[in-house]
Structures are given as structure tokens and as C-alpha cells.
């Protein structure tokens, strides 16, 4: 597992995460180094989901220091499709909400589609996806809501319904904001009773800033502990404390992150936001915890995210006096239990003997329609990790507050 960055790498992640501060405080582009390589720099800031944001600031830059014709015109492409893709994400949004006053259904929108209001212009922070948490007894009408609009329900797990409008629509209905095995469950599990209406809504309500920064918390620290924390969660921590902390209460908000035992992370991570993006600051130390930050692209480390379900897999197994290796989590990947499909076949609940029809079916997916397999990089990310990566994790999560791989 990588855990160290080149020079050269340095280099370019420093002049990324200074372009951003830019971006976010409205200051002066960083100058260009040397032999700055600036379609390098956009595939770091894409790889992050940053690309707009970063090419918001080089077209800012004097004309003396203008990448060359080629990359200025893909900067103004990332700019004008950004744009549209905001656009058409807006008018959906609101186009969803109301349809949901119509239907009197209960949201509580979070994460993006208010994290997007924070930023000074909202095209700067992309959104995959729009999180609403809702009233599972309202579930039929949110369907019926959904399809009225000309959306398409495409499977629900344990706490969420996955609705979609091709190509650049996607929404998560969260029936919890959290899973109910998860240990911040009955903590949060009255969320949406704690919420406060919103202005010019009368069935769309927000979470108090407080609770919201802890959810954002909750959410990162789950991405944290499975395989990464990413620039962008952590550029999010900053702008949004730095726009709400006159409004928080702190008595309440320290309260509840010792609750959450999310105190030392909380601290740590905006320790490092505020090193990051803050103007007057830009300190960078290229540590443990912050490689694993910048190699995290958006939601987590692929190789990280792979040797942490392994590694727990196969302590579980020892736990519960069995052997498990390296292969058999390989193997256990390649053919996902009946619970672990289920979710996506559900017919297997009362055809459980159609299994192998299932990972036939998800392998076709994945090989012929997504195209999102790769068996070298698969292959070493399962069998290439070492005890010296288990520790540098183990270590990271120490320094976080958290225990071990629990």
C-alpha cells in the first residue's frame, strides 16, 4: 500500500490544496513552480473531485503564467460542463422537493445539497449524489413522488432508497442517517424529530448547524475508517466551520462529539483544514495522516478500503476459532454471500438457491456494462499488503482516537 509521496508528488498536492484555498477564499492564484506539469495537476484535482474548483483558479492566474492554449481550453470545458451540471442538478433538487410538498412528505435534506450553499459559488463543490432523510412510513409515496417526476427506483438496502434520472441524477432517500448496527444509531436515530423547518418549505426541514457538522463528522469518520478521508471532506470541514463557527453552541457541540467519541478526530481533522486552506496559513507536513488524506481521492483508498475489510475479515474468523486467509476474503469477493446480495437480488430471500445466478449476473454487470474491473490492480491490492500497512493504518487511527480496526 502506497504510504509515501515523491518530491516531485509534494510539489504538486502543495500547489493543489494552495489553489483551492484560493478557490475557496477568494484570494490570489498561488504562482506556478518551475516546471510545473498542469495536465498533472487537473488529473490530481479531478482524482480528488476537485477539477472545477482548481480550474476556477488557474483561469484566474496573470496571463504571464497561462498553462498553454490545449490546457486552457480544457479548463474552460471543466468550467462550462460544471456549470451546466450544476444547473441541472438545482432545478431537479427543487424540482424533487416539490414534489415531495405536494405529497406532504417529510425531508430533511443533508451533506451536498447544503455543503454546495457553503461555497462561494456552488459549482465549486461536486456532488455524486443528494442525501434526504424521510419517514419510512412515507416510503410509497415517495416512490409514487419520484416516478411522477420521471425518476427510476433502482434497489433499497437496509436505511436507503436509491432513486435515479439518467445521466447526472442520483438521490439517496435515507430512512436512517446512519445504519441501525452502527454504534452513533441512537444517537441520531431522531434525527429527522429534531429538525427545524426550512424557510419557504412547509415539508422540507434542516438539521440545527451543530447537528449537521456532527453528521458530516459521522459520515467522514465512517469513510475515514474504511479506507479514506478526502481532500474535498476536508476542504467541507473548513468552509462549513468557518462559515457557522458565530453560530454554533459549543457547550452542546463539545457534549455531543465526546458522545460520538468524535473529539480527537473532529480536532485533529480541522487542525489540518484550517493548516490547508486557511490564507494566512498554508502549512503542509506531508505526515502519516495527511498522505493517507491526499491519496484518499473521493470517497477512500481503494487499496486501503480492500486490505482493511481483509485484514477484519480474517480477525473476525480467528475470533470465532476458524482460519481464514488472504484468499479466502479473495474468494468470499469474487462470491459475495447471500446477505451481501440480497440488497441488490432480493429475490434470493425466497430463491436463495439462485445465488450463483446472482454472481453471474453481477459479474456481466460489472465486466460488459460498468467496466469497473480491474484483476491486476484487484489481485495485488488483496494479496500485496503487508503488517508494516496494517500498523501505518492502526497508527493513523490512534492518532485519531479511535480504537484499533473496531
Not at 510545473?36 to 490530481?44: P, Q, T, V
Not at 457541540?253 to 460520538?260: Q, S, W, Y
Request: glycine residues 4%; neutral net charge.
Amino acid at each position: 500500500m502506497k504510504r509515501t509521496l515523491t518530491e516531485t508528488e509534494k510539489k504538486e498536492y502543495s500547489y493543489l490544496i494552495r489553489s483551492l484555498s484560493a478557490a475557496v477564499n477568494g484570494t490570489q492564484p498561488p504562482v506556478p513552480y518551475g516546471d510545473i506539469d498542469w495536465n498533472m495537476l487537473l488529473k490530481r484535482a479531478q482524482f480528488c473531485g476537485l477539477g472545477f474548483a482548481f480550474s476556477s483558479v488557474v483561469l484566474r492566474l496573470p496571463r504571464q503564467y497561462f498553462p498553454d492554449d490545449t490546457v486552457i481550453k480544457v479548463l474552460k470545458e471543466n468550467i462550462n460542463f460544471g456549470i451546466m451540471i450544476d444547473s441541472n442538478l438545482n432545478y431537479e433538487i427543487e424540482k424533487v422537493l416539490s414534489a415531495f410538498e405536494k405529497y406532504k412528505i417529510k425531508n430533511v435534506p443533508v451533506k451536498g445539497y447544503f455543503l454546495k450553499k457553503e461555497y462561494p459559488r456552488p459549482e465549486l463543490r461536486t456532488v455524486g449524489d443528494f442525501d434526504i432523510l424521510f419517514d419510512i412510513n412515507q416510503v410509497d409515496s415517495v416512490k409514487q413522488a419520484f416516478y411522477e417526476i420521471g425518476y427510476e427506483f433502482t434497489h433499497n438496502d437496509d436505511n436507503q432508497y436509491h432513486f435515479r434520472k439518467l445521466p447526472y441524477v442520483f438521490i439517496e432517500m435515507h430512512s436512517s442517517l446512519v445504519h441501525e448496527w452502527e454504534s452513533y444509531y441512537p444517537y441520531l436515530s431522531d434525527s429527522i424529530d429534531r429538525s427545524v423547518k426550512r424557510e419557504g418549505y412547509d415539508y422540507s426541514y434542516e438539521l440545527s448547524p451543530e447537528d449537521h457538522y456532527i453528521y458530516l463528522l459521522v459520515h467522514n469518520s465512517n469513510h475515514f475508517r474504511m479506507g479514506g478521508l478526502s481532500i474535498r471532506m476536508v476542504l467541507d470541514t473548513y468552509v462549513y466551520y468557518k462559515n457557522h463557527k458565530s453560530d454554533f453552541d459549543f457547550d452542546y457541540l463539545n457534549e455531543r462529539l465526546k458522545l460520538f467519541k468524535l473529539d480527537i478526530f473532529e480536532k485533529r481533522i480541522r487542525e489540518i483544514a484550517f493548516n490547508w486552506f486557511s490564507p494566512d496559513r498554508q502549512i503542509i507536513t506531508f505526515d502519516d495522516l495527511e498522505i493517507y488524506i491526499i491519496l484518499s481521492a473521493i470517497l477512500g483508498r481503494v487499496d486501503a478500503g480492500v486490505m482493511i475489510k481483509s485484514y477484519k475479515n480474517i480477525l473476525e474468523a480467528e475470533k470465532a476459532g476458524k482460519y481464514k486467509s488472504k484468499f479466502s476474503y479473495f474468494l468470499s469477493s469474487v462470491f459475495p454471500s447471500k446477505s451481501q446480495m440480497l440488497p441488490r437480488y432480493p429475490y434470493l430471500e425466497k430463491l436463495p438457491f439462485l445465488l450463483p445466478a446472482s454472481w453471474a449476473s453481477m459479474w456481466f454487470k460489472r465486466l460488459f456494462v460498468d467496466k469497473n474491473v480491474h484483476f491486476k490492480r484487484g489481485l495485488k491490492n488483496r494479496f500485496s499488503y503487508t503488517h508494516e500497512d496494517i500498523d501505518y493504518f492502526k497508527n493513523i487511527l490512534k492518532e485519531t482516537g479511535f480504537d484499533d480496526l473496531n
